[in-house]
């Protein structure tokens, strides 16, 4: 019986349009599965109508070395088209909303099923990025026409550097063997991880504000709560804010963290990170998801953004024990301290 890369492969080759989406706010992960296994299809199917669409990201444009970074379609390309989402748990968060509108449609992703969506799904929990995916589907089935090129192999690239934390999670030995096959192709890696670690002398500046003004609580949970207006204050430009949420694993008593971050609308967009309890149920509570350890949500009020601080310190207290922090925390937004 035919595999389920064989079987996606199969479907890939009777199409002449294939579109290919990823999630919205896309972290390099997503870019690089995308535009990856857009390379990949281009050089091996010439022939074939390949698009990659979605909103650009400009703090993200340096991953593509092309003019045009997403492809701008009308709504007719959709018609006769094989549609593929990668690294995208839930169908609500997928860039474009037209992806119905294709004839079939295929999920590839490395986050739990949540949402078994798609005709077709190459589903790897756990696996360290979906980018990992993308080059082992290349590499079972270059027998059977894929290629592989330099410009694919340094978006895969890419997207696993993003996804492990620059190789600090979610490692083991099948990432360390495809990252080692992709340098088999030629490609400035020093590049990609200066675009990758550095950041602008504003953005220094938040980092510096966010360690400063950090709430670590005794359980071990730190978080922070930017306000539009802060972040305004910062300038950022199209940096975004993704660069501070590693910041607070830096502290070593700290054992989950999030960032809040105000939206336009008022409500906060929650970033939630672990090195010890799971906190994507957390997560899902929250209109959110993601990783057992690094998942995203949504606090559509302060008091949601109390609740969540609340069930993440009360669940690193009955897995570690430490007392008195749910009163504290009252104490603190009643001041307005956070
Ligand atoms: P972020 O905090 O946005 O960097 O996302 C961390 C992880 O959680 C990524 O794998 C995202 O794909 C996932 N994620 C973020 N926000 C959501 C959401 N609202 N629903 C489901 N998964 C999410």
Redesign the pocket.
């Known amino acids: 019986m035919a595999t389920i890369e064989e079987q996606l492969l199969q479907q890939i080759k009777r199409y002449d349009t294939i579109i290919i989406h990823r999630?919205q706010?896309p972290?390099p992960d997503?870019f690089g599965s995308q535009l990856g296994l857009k390379a990949v299809l281009q050089a091996s199917f010439p022939e074939k109508h390949i698009y990659a669409v979605g909103k650009e990201v400009p703090g993200l444009s340096w991953m593509n070395e092309d003019d045009t970074f997403m492809d701008d379609i009308p709504d007719k390309t959709y018609k006769n088209a094989l549609i593929i989402m990668v690294?995208?748990?839930?169908s609500p968060?997928i860039d474009d909303q037209r992806w119905p509108n294709g004839l079939e449609t295929i999920k590839i992703d490395h986050?739990p099923n949540d949402e078994p969506y798609g005709d077709w799904q190459w589903i790897k929990p756990g696996h360290s990025a979906t980018s990992t995916m993308i080059y082992e589907f290349y590499e079972t089935l270059k027998d059977q026409g894929l290629i592989m090129t330099d410009k694919a192999a340094r978006l895969l690239y890419i997207g696993i550097v993003g996804?492990t934390g620059r190789f600090m999670y979610g490692m083991d030995k099948e990432t360390f063997r495809v990252v080692s096959e992709l340098f088999n192709y030629k490609f400035n890696y020093e590049a990609v991880h200066h675009n990758m670690e550095t950041i602008t002398e504003n953005a220094a500046k938040l980092s510096g504000y966010v360690l400063q003004n950090l709430n670590i609580l005794p359980s071990g949970f730190a978080f922070v709560v930017l306000t539009k207006a802060l972040v305004k204050q910062f300038d950022l430009r199209e940096s975004g804010t993704?660069f501070v949420?590693p910041l607070p694993s830096k502290i070593d008593k700290v054992k989950a963290w999030a960032i809040f971050e105000e939206q336009d609308e008022g409500n906060y967009?929650v970033?939630?990170r672990s090195r010890t309890i799971v906190i994507n149920k957390i997560?899902n509570q929250f209109?959110?998801?993601?990783?057992p350890m690094?998942?995203?949500?949504?606090a559509q009020t302060g008091q949601d953004v109390e609740r969540l601080i609340k069930m993440v310190d009360s669940a690193l207290i009955k897995q570690y024990g430490t007392e008195g922090t749910a009163q504290e925390i009252t104490e603190k937004i009643e001041s307005r301290e956070i």
């Open positions: 999630h706010r972290d997503a690294d995208t748990a839930n968060r986050h996804d993704a949420v967009r970033r939630l997560a209109e959110g998801g993601g990783h690094a998942s995203g949500a949504w």
